[in-house]
């Protein structure tokens, strides 16, 4: 049975706070859109479409690269890589990029953010403004939270759950710490007006890298709240 969450009016005001950007890194040559973003202990891994690709944080290097459909978001359970391609979720060998394995994305297909997160998988859906918990072994459906905003990238840094928004008409975008359990902001912080925000994935020590969509960056942000 599917858990249905809609985000009320606040009662208390979430915490705010303005973006310390505390790096860019790219662009590279032939990205011209980070989709999905995740992290794995010591590298970021993100989706470009025609490819997932491995930074090197500490250089800004690209060190790999994997020949897979990367067209939204990206996870990782500390053993496989999730991807969203389309209408499924593949999961992956990091090391070939071999799948593993796929399930249906819900929406069939209309998906952006994806966070690996209590032994589930976190679907951000932009145009829907919401955010699925799925089983990843079936797809199905376990928890629905919806935004007023549009969901980008999604994340779990540490027991708190993050996601990314976009207003296009504003060209705004911040950063969402909610409740999981009532869908409740709980904090928010906002970035410089103009850049964009697609893939989010949580370092667990303070950082988040944020996917900077057609600009073909990525950008790391300082957990400040």
């Not at 799948?99 to 976190?122: D, F, R, V, Y």
């Not at 906002?190 to 057609?214: I, K, Q, W």
Request: some cysteine.
């Amino acid at each position: 049975m599917t858990k249905t969450l809609t985000s009320p009016t606040a009662t208390a005001t979430p915490a705010t706070a303005d973006a310390e950007i505390l790096r860019d890194y790219g662009p590279w040559p032939g990205v011209d859109t980070v989709h999905g973003v995740s992290f794995d202990g010591s590298h970021v891994w993100f989706a470009v479409g025609p490819a997932v690709n491995v930074l090197d944080p500490s250089d800004g290097r690209v060190v790999r690269s994997l020949p897979v459909p990367g067209e939204a978001g990206t996870a990782f359970d500390g053993r496989f890589l999730y991807q969203i391609a389309g209408p499924v979720i593949r999961r992956l060998d990091p090391e070939t990029g071999a799948e593993q394995g796929t399930i249906p994305c819900p929406g069939n297909g209309c998906a952006s953010g994806l966070a690996w997160g209590e032994g589930t998988l976190w679907v951000g859906q932009f145009d829907d403004r919401r955010i699925l918990q799925i089983d990843p072994e079936t797809g199905a459906v376990l928890r629905q939270i919806t935004s007023d905003r549009m969901v980008t990238g999604v994340t779990w840094a540490g027991d708190e759950l993050w996601h990314g928004t976009w207003d296009g008409e504003q060209q705004t975008a911040d950063l969402r710490r909610i409740d999981p359990e009532t869908g409740g902001v709980i904090a928010v912080i906002a970035m410089p007006a103009g850049l964009a925000v697609s893939g989010l994935e949580s370092d667990g020590n303070g950082t988040f890298y944020c996917g900077g969509g057609r600009s073909g960056k990525i950008r790391s942000v300082r957990k400040s709240i």
